[in-house]
């Protein structure tokens, strides 16, 4: 982290397919949607890098799949989800982020 006092977190899954935009399914198949979705993460992060001045952070999960995040999100803090619910874990990559500084 930066010395900057404002940050983005994103949160994203990882795109497999039936894990991702299932209400999509049909007219999409799951591997349509997935691709779809991935996209959406693509530009989502294009568009945060544009951003200035702010700390970049990307709550991702599963965390078994942090070796995709890392080479599309390398200059975000990436953050393994935790929690039940997006509540837990919205509160959880906060916490994460105020500890790091």
Not at 63 to 91: K, N, S, V, W
């Amino acid at each position: 982290m930066s010395q900057a006092k404002t940050a983005v977190v994103l949160f994203a899954k990882h795109p497999s397919p039936g894990g991702v935009k299932t209400r999509l399914v049909p007219p999409l198949t799951p591997e349509q949607a997935a691709e779809l979705y991935e996209a959406m993460l693509f530009d989502t992060l294009e568009w945060a890098r544009s951003l200035t001045n702010l700390d970049l952070a990307l709550a991702y999960t599963p965390e078994i799949q942090h070796g995709y995040f890392e080479p599309i999100a390398e200059d975000f803090t990436l953050l393994p989800q935790r929690g039940e619910d997006l509540g837990a874990r919205m509160a959880a990559a906060f916490e994460d982020l105020f500890k790091a500084g």
